[in-house]
């Protein structure tokens, strides 16, 4: 089964959020700094939970207007067309290019969805003392966190290869306000990724083992 060591925090250490030195952790409530590189020491996160669940929400709440507004306009000969992240999958389809709307619907949907989904269960987790499988939880987290990285891939994909598709001889092509809550969406779950501390679910752990 797992074994579980001392943790730092068990055994008085911290590391440094900057330089990665291990210090003696500071006493609660006492502010400390590291004495290689002066970043603040904390042995976790500053309200990692509040912070996240603040930034998850705004997130969710935007994730909304990004798949239900125009993200693009495309004028083309005098013709006018508006398309969400949907439509624009459609229009994919209706050219019988099926893979790669299946590759847009599920980077720019289904899998800024799932990011949510899964920092909701971490937090949820968390707070509750979960003591269920942590290596799991420590595995969803980074893939959450690396997935991060190439979400800003998808809005390129989409306009990208929509305006392929549509592009007459004369055409222009607008970004619209759904492109900009979709870019925030990305951003916002960044963020809110980063501002969770995995080690929280370790800590549960470490104490049930004693
Ligand atoms: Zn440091």
């Given at each position: 089964m797992t074994t579980v060591g001392i943790s730092a925090a068990r055994a008085a250490l911290a590391s440094c959020h900057d330089c990665h030195l291990v210090v003696r952790a500071p006493a609660h409530h006492v502010a400390a700094t590291c004495p290689r590189c002066g970043a603040a020491i904390h042995g976790r996160k500053p309200n990692s939970l509040v912070r996240t669940w603040a930034l998850l929400i705004t997130a969710i709440i935007l994730y909304v207007p990004a798949n239900l507004m125009p993200i693009m306009t495309v004028t083309s000969l005098g013709n006018t067309q508006s398309d969400t992240i949907i439509s624009g999958v459609i229009h994919l389809l209706h050219h019988g290019m099926w893979p790669l709307a299946l590759l847009v619907f599920f980077a720019s949907v289904v899998v800024p969805m799932l990011k949510l989904i899964a920092l909701v269960f971490l937090l949820v987790s968390v707070q509750g003392r979960w003591q269920w499988r942590p290596v799991d939880r420590t595995r969803l987290y980074r893939i959450t966190e690396l997935v991060g990285r190439w979400s800003m891939v998808d809005i390129y994909v989409v306009t990208i290869l929509v305006a392929l598709v549509k592009l007459g001889e004369?055409?222009?092509?607008?970004?619209?306000?759904?492109?900009?809550?979709?870019?925030?969406?990305?951003?916002?779950?960044?963020?809110?990724?980063?501002?969770?501390?995995?080690?929280?679910?370790?800590d549960e752990v470490g104490e049930s083992r004693e």
């Open positions: 004369l055409a222009t092509i607008e970004a619209r306000a759904g492109a900009v809550f979709f870019g925030a969406v990305v951003v916002v779950t960044i963020v809110a990724a980063e501002s969770f501390d995995p080690r929280l679910i370790w």
